[in-house]
């Protein structure tokens, strides 16, 4: 039976990397998913919560700066002020999802996994539809993270390493950082490292 998220533990939309980076420490401390969500979500800022929830970052065309990519809600702004995420429904104005569909290709089509992850994304952001809750795309995109990951069957092991060889880890992620933004959505390093990703939340 597929797990649903309590009141409040929404995942962000294509979290950055220092997001995940948080909900992967939650999940090696025995949260599951609801736990870790729920945990990053109550501790965020009002303010901040609305922003990492329905906005992410990803790289500009041709070296320019970053891009921000916002999700639209039914409401607008006035849903995002004083709504509780867990009721958000998504608005289907302005032809969001080829935006971000073509923003993502513009900045990673030419990485190494993207041929295989983006076919991923672009199923879950096409079949989305006026209403649809917000919370149920975002826990679909972050299964397909999770499961590029591939998380849940390498957590046990990672939990041993973390515990023995923390200092071996903690040179991996590094050594892998090169050319990564924290504050850039998640994708930036699946579509660059693929699987290998993992190490980067560690």
Request: hydrophobic share 40%; proline share 6%.
């Given at each position: 039976?597929?797990?649903?998220?309590?009141?409040g533990a929404?995942?962000?939309?294509?979290?950055?990397?220092?997001?995940?980076?948080?909900?992967?420490?939650?999940?090696?401390?025995?949260?599951?998913?609801?736990?870790?969500?729920?945990?990053?979500?109550?501790?965020?800022?009002?303010?901040?919560?609305?922003?990492?929830?329905?906005?992410?970052?990803?790289?500009?065309?041709?070296?320019?700066?970053?891009?921000?990519?916002?999700?639209?809600?039914?409401?607008?702004?006035?849903t995002?002020?004083?709504?509780?995420?867990?009721?958000?429904?998504?608005?289907?104005?302005?032809?969001?999802?080829?935006?971000?569909?073509?923003?993502?290709?513009?900045?990673?089509?030419?990485?190494?996994?993207?041929?295989?992850?983006?076919?991923?994304?672009?199923?879950?952001?096409?079949?989305?539809?006026?209403?649809?809750?917000?919370?149920?795309?975002?826990?679909?995109?972050?299964?397909?993270?999770?499961?590029?990951?591939?998380?849940?069957?390498?957590l046990?092991?990672?939990?041993?390493?973390?515990?023995?060889?923390?200092?071996?880890?903690?040179?991996?992620?590094?050594?892998?950082?090169?050319?990564?933004?924290?504050?850039?959505t998640i994708?930036?390093?699946?579509?660059?490292?693929?699987?290998?990703?993992?190490?980067?939340?560690?």
């Amino acid at each position: 039976m597929e797990r649903v998220m309590p009141e409040g533990a929404v995942a962000p939309y294509l979290g950055s990397l220092e997001i995940y980076r948080r909900w992967m420490r939650l999940r090696l401390e025995g949260l599951d998913d609801n736990g870790a969500w729920g945990r990053i979500i109550s501790a965020m800022p009002r303010g901040e919560r609305r922003r990492a929830l329905a906005r992410t970052t990803v790289a500009g065309a041709n070296g320019q700066g970053p891009l921000t990519l916002s999700v639209p809600v039914q409401g607008g702004g006035s849903t995002l002020k004083r709504g509780y995420p867990g009721e958000w429904r998504l608005s289907m104005h302005g032809r969001w999802q080829a935006v971000h569909l073509g923003a993502l290709a513009t900045a990673w089509s030419a990485t190494p996994f993207f041929p295989h992850v983006m076919p991923l994304i672009h199923d879950v952001l096409d079949s989305t539809y006026e209403g649809m809750p917000f919370r149920e795309m975002t826990a679909t995109l972050h299964r397909v993270i999770a499961g590029v990951l591939d998380v849940e069957s390498l957590l046990p092991e990672i939990r041993s390493l973390t515990g023995a060889r923390a200092d071996l880890i903690r040179r991996l992620s590094d050594e892998k950082m090169s050319g990564l933004h924290t504050d850039f959505t998640i994708l930036d390093v699946i579509f660059k490292k693929g699987p290998e990703g993992i190490f980067l939340l560690l």
